[in-house]
């Protein structure tokens, strides 16, 4: 009877886990200037195997991105696919499932990454809310110098990126 208790209780952590995710977003990318950068943007999006699809919107140069299913999200790859084509990210707007997500002091954890909260307020995050990332090399240099003053670099495991919501 104990082995199953504790049956039961890893299958409720783990599928708590499994609700945490990205599930889509929201990539602006500057330079683009015809639709033959795009589709090579596009292309090169693809290759990334926790990416599920991508939809480019040429008038505003923003791809929507949908994100595999319980497949961690690196988002330096994905500033790295943009750089390779020769372009660069202007803005990268997430959006994170947060059942069962703890936050403390402004900071959760995401496939091995930690994420800050730049201006949180008091009010549970639940369900999926939009998160804009304001690092260097995914926000404009007005935005990340806005920001940069306000980040608390603490110390955490694997890379920080500072958001907002």
């Known amino acids: 009877m104990k082995a199953f208790k504790i049956l039961i209780a890893i299958l409720f952590i783990t599928t708590g886990v499994a609700n945490a995710q990205f599930t889509k977003a929201e990539l602006q990318v500057s330079g683009l ?6 589709k090579a943007t596009e292309k090169s999006l693809r ?10 919107d040429l008038n505003r140069n923003i791809f929507l991105i949908t994100f595999k299913k319980d497949v961690p999200v690196s988002l330096d790859l994905i ?7 020769g372009f660069f990210v202007n803005n990268l707007k997430l ?15 995401y496939g ?25 090399g995914f926000a404009p240099a007005s935005v990340y110098k806005k ?10 495991p694997g890379r920080t990126y500072h958001v907002t919501i």
């Open 33 to 38: 200037t015809c639709s033959m950068c795009s």
């Open 47 to 56: 290759t990334l195997d926790f990416i599920g699809d991508v939809k480019a």
């Open 79 to 85: 500033s790295k696919k943009v750089q390779g084509s």
């Open 95 to 109: 959006y994170f499932n947060f059942n069962n997500v703890k936050v403390a002091n402004n900071l959760f954890s």
């Open 112 to 136: 091995g990454d930690s994420y800050y909260l730049l201006n949180n307020s008091t009010t549970p995050l639940d369900g999926s809310v939009p998160l804009t990332v304001v690092d260097k």
């Open 147 to 156: 920001y940069n003053q306000a980040a608390d670099n603490k110390s955490t």
